[in-house]
């Protein structure tokens, strides 16, 4: 009997918690009854009574299974850990709001065993909810600049085999975006698509903020275009000064009492050349930080908690 871990992260899901366990335990009672189940819920420092909920949960239901963080890791270190945590023969990750179908588990299941492949990717065919346009336009300067394999709308959700974890346990990314990294290694996968169902209750936990942040991240992990383009910035506009600057000089040497230079270029090159250093020294700053926190001994997540392990 194989065991399915399934993993989910929270963040203020209340109202959302309880019908998640039902549809998952009546999946289980039903067409996966001749499997384990392990459920495991981690928290990103809700405000509301998701934990107390998870916790009842893990009262009655020992599969069940929290890890509660002291603050909010977001939407790619939080799964990432609960992945590598888990126990399960096949893991599947989640999101609480019910938007990714409980009963497609089932056929990923059946289509994981039947391809033999290591993986297989839930893809919906329509994006999910919120800023669906920064989304388009992130998914194409990806597509655009990265050598990397990507899919368009993926976020995780499928089914995974235990090499997988394994795989991630060595790896061992404190900073780490799940989606680039399982589609850039040679494990055999195939995609399943899908319509995502409606929210359940409640709102996205989204913002333009936390958009950008995951953006960043994939841009970091998987391109080296905005390197690339600082320093094509930085020879450019040193052969346009030069340039410039010669043909100043010549034009000043023909017509010496007539020409004047005034300090309208010597102020428009100042702001130029000011807000390209801006850009280049934000984006090399990015990439430190990334390269810091992903060869750093610090934990990727700092638990609070943990119940049932």
């Not at 549809?23 to 499997?35: C, G, M, R, T, Y």
């Amino acid at each position: 009997m194989s065991m399915i871990s399934i993993i989910g992260s929270c963040k203020n899901e209340e109202n959302n918690i309880d019908e998640l366990y039902s549809q998952i335990k009546l999946l289980f009672e039903n067409k996966l009854k001749d499997h384990e189940l392990e459920l495991i819920l981690i928290d990103n420092a809700s405000t509301d009574l998701t934990v107390e909920k998870i916790k009842k949960l893990c009262l009655n239901d020992s599969r069940v299974k929290l890890i509660e963080n002291i603050k909010d890791y977001g939407q790619d270190k939080s799964p990432y850990y609960a992945f590598v945590q888990s126990s399960g023969d096949y893991i599947v990750p989640i999101v609480t709001d019910l938007q990714d179908p409980i009963k497609l588990i089932d056929d990923l299941y059946n289509e994981i065993k039947f391809s033999k492949t290591d993986m297989v990717l839930a893809v919906p065919i329509v994006e999910k909810e919120g800023f669906n346009f920064l989304k388009k336009i992130y998914y194409k300067f990806m597509y655009l600049t990265t050598s990397g394999s990507h899919i368009k709308n993926f976020h995780g959700f499928g089914i995974y085999n235990k090499k997988v974890r394994e795989y991630l346990i060595k790896l061992d990314d404190k900073n780490p975006y799940f989606r680039s990294i399982v589609l850039d290694t040679s494990f055999t996968r195939k995609v399943l698509n899908y319509k995502p169902d409606q929210r359940y209750k409640g709102s996205s936990k989204n913002n333009l903020f936390t958009l950008i942040d995951i953006g960043l991240l994939g841009i970091m992990t998987s391109s080296q275009l905005p390197l690339k383009f600082a320093v094509s910035c930085g020879f450019g506009i040193g052969i346009l000064s030069m340039l410039a600057s010669i043909i100043y000089l010549i034009l000043k040497i023909i017509y010496w009492d007539t020409f004047q230079l005034g300090i309208a270029p010597l102020v428009i090159g100042l702001f130029f050349l000011s807000s390209v250093q801006l850009i280049s020294i934000g984006f090399i700053s990015q990439y430190l930080n990334h390269k810091i926190e992903k060869d750093s001994n610090s934990p990727i997540v700092v638990e609070k908690n943990r119940i049932n392990f």
